[in-house]
């Protein structure tokens, strides 16, 4: 018996089918790595949930400490507001690094002081000022940064979760980044973030200027990217998936990378957690997918019980017209809508996760199988 290698709601241990974006990363970090040079634009990597933005996130980091790179990394949405997080981190970061940061630990103390937690407290609690006005913390969180990367090879800061930001610590931030880019060139530091579909249009409404972000949105796992994940970690045990049993899992999973970590555990558990030189074979995927059924509808109805009537409506209106996209135009006309009135619920499904924007416009359910709950379950 061998403890499943899968990773379902757990951060990924590896992310096949992310090439390109690790080769943006890479070329980003040689940048600020070989080059001594400042990354000049913020990149947000964003997903509905469970594509894998955190895990993404998380490699990043890692890539980053493999260079030798002081990495922080903030979860935003506390209440002491972005600044406040990454400030935080950037102090106990440099209180671990050991000797080569303690040399700029002396400045820091003083950037905490004009910046620190209660100069930060009177930055988050400015009252929301138009998004053409730069935050008063800005300079100060500017001159932290250009501290922090002094004496150390290169500062990169992770920000996950990027739409739950404070707004004034987004425009603190890109103000921040809006100077580097001008006069600090030669500062090696770099912001890479991850979140939630709505977070371009979130940051748009607070900073004019965020073309200076590269928005990066992040699809479903290609077939190939999925084979890995479900027969990767397997062969790492001496385990091996039948042809049939890759198929049927990918045919469930459908590229959204949760529901490939779900059904692959499921069958690794149907299969009796198998010893080295065992087979996962069709029947533990049949059996699995059961089990797995069930996790999926405790989410679905979890999800759905977080919805408003109207949202209902509107799911249950797009789960009618099939499981594949839907133009706005067709829902709102099965709605007996104007697209218009739409707009709203149909952000805030977006920001649940629950729909996604596909291309051209249209819409699509972002779980594989809610659909069919909606059309099920839903009207109950
Ligand atoms: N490239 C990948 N291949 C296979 N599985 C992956 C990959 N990336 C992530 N996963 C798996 O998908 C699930 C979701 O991953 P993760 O938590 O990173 O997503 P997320 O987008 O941050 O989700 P949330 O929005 O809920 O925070 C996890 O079970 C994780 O192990
Ligand atoms: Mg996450």
Same mark, same amino acid.
């Given at each position: 018996?061998?403890?499943?290698?899968?990773?379902?709601?757990?951060?990924?241990?590896?992310?096949?089918?992310?090439?390109?974006?690790?080769?943006?990363? %890479?070329?980003?970090?040689?940048?600020?790595?070989?080059?001594?040079?400042?990354?000049?634009?913020?990149?947000?990597?964003?997903?509905?949930?469970?594509?894998?933005?955190?895990?993404?996130?998380?490699?990043?980091?890692?890539?980053?400490?493999?260079?030798?790179?002081?990495?922080?990394?903030?979860?935003?949405?506390?209440?002491?507001?972005?600044?406040?997080? +990454?400030?935080?981190?950037?102090?106990?970061?440099?209180?671990?690094?050991?000797?080569?940061?303690?040399?700029?630990?002396?400045?820091? $103390?003083?950037?905490?002081?004009?910046?620190? *937690?209660?100069?930060?407290?009177?930055?988050?609690? !400015?009252?929301? #000022?138009?998004?053409?006005?730069?935050?008063?913390?800005?300079?100060?969180?500017?001159?932290?940064?250009?501290?922090?990367?002094?004496?150390?090879?290169?500062?990169?800061?992770?920000?996950?979760?990027?739409?739950?930001?404070?707004?004034?610590?987004?425009? !603190?931030?890109?103000?921040?980044?809006?100077?580097?880019?001008? $006069?600090?060139? %030669?500062?090696?530091?770099? *912001?890479?973030?991850?979140?939630?579909?709505?977070?371009?249009?979130?940051?748009?409404?607070?900073?004019?200027?965020?073309?200076?972000?590269?928005?990066?949105?992040?699809? !479903?796992?290609?077939?190939?990217?999925?084979?890995?994940?479900?027969?990767?970690?397997?062969?790492?045990?001496?385990?091996?998936?039948?042809?049939?049993?890759?198929?049927?899992?990918?045919?469930?999973?459908?590229?959204?990378?949760?529901?490939?970590?779900?059904?692959? %555990?499921?069958?690794?558990?149907?299969?009796?957690?198998?010893?080295?030189?065992?087979? #996962?074979?069709?029947?533990?995927?049949?059996?699995?997918?059961?089990?797995?059924?069930?996790?999926?509808?405790?989410?679905?109805?979890?999800?759905?019980?977080?919805?408003?009537?109207? $949202?209902?409506?509107?799911?249950?209106?797009?789960?009618?017209?099939?499981?594949?996209?839907?133009?706005?135009?067709?829902?709102?006309?099965?709605?007996?809508?104007?697209?218009?009135?739409?707009?709203?619920?149909?952000?805030?499904? +977006?920001?649940?996760?629950?729909?996604?924007?596909?291309?051209?416009?249209?819409?699509?359910? !972002?779980?594989?199988?809610?659909? $069919?709950?909606?059309?099920?379950?839903?009207?109950?």
């Amino acid at each position: 018996m061998q403890p499943s290698p899968y990773t379902p709601g757990e951060v990924a241990r590896a992310v096949p089918g992310r090439a390109i974006q690790l080769a943006e990363i %890479d070329e980003r970090l040689s940048v600020l790595a070989d080059l001594g040079r400042l990354v000049g634009r913020i990149r947000v990597d964003h997903a509905p949930r469970g594509f894998g933005k955190t895990s993404l996130l998380r490699e990043y980091q890692r890539r980053a400490e493999a260079r030798g790179l002081l990495s922080v990394w903030v979860t935003a949405g506390e209440e002491a507001g972005l600044v406040a997080q +990454i400030c935080t981190a950037l102090a106990s970061a440099t209180e671990t690094s050991g000797d080569r940061a303690r040399a700029s630990v002396g400045r820091l $103390e003083s950037v905490e002081l004009t910046l620190g *937690v209660p100069g930060l407290a009177q930055v988050s609690g !400015t009252r929301s #000022v138009g998004p053409r006005v730069e935050p008063r913390g800005a300079r100060a969180f500017e001159a932290a940064i250009r501290d922090k990367t002094d004496g150390v090879g290169g500062v990169v800061v992770l920000i996950d979760e990027i739409q739950a930001a404070d707004e004034v610590g987004l425009r !603190t931030l890109v103000y921040a980044w809006q100077h580097l880019q001008a $006069e600090g060139a %030669d500062v090696p530091a770099a *912001v890479f973030a991850a979140g939630l579909p709505s977070a371009p249009e979130r940051i748009a409404a607070v900073v004019t200027f965020s073309e200076r972000i590269a928005y990066r949105p992040l699809g !479903t796992l290609g077939r190939e990217a999925e084979e890995i994940a479900v027969v990767g970690p397997a062969r790492a045990l001496g385990v091996r998936w039948t042809e049939e049993a890759v198929e049927l899992a990918l045919s469930i999973a459908q590229g959204y990378p949760y529901a490939v970590q779900l059904i692959a %555990d499921a069958a690794w558990t149907a299969a009796g957690r198998p010893d080295p030189g065992h087979v #996962v074979d069709v029947r533990a995927v049949e059996r699995g997918r059961s089990v797995m059924q069930a996790d999926l509808e405790a989410l679905f109805r979890a999800r759905w019980a977080g919805c408003t009537a109207f $949202e209902r409506r509107l799911l249950g209106a797009m789960a009618d017209l099939g499981a594949g996209p839907v133009a706005r135009a067709t829902l709102a006309q099965a709605m007996h809508a104007t697209p218009n009135s739409l707009s709203a619920p149909r952000a805030r499904l +977006i920001d649940k996760g629950l729909i996604q924007p596909a291309d051209r416009g249209l819409l699509q359910f !972002t779980m594989p199988g809610f659909a $069919e709950f909606v059309r099920g379950n839903g009207g109950e």
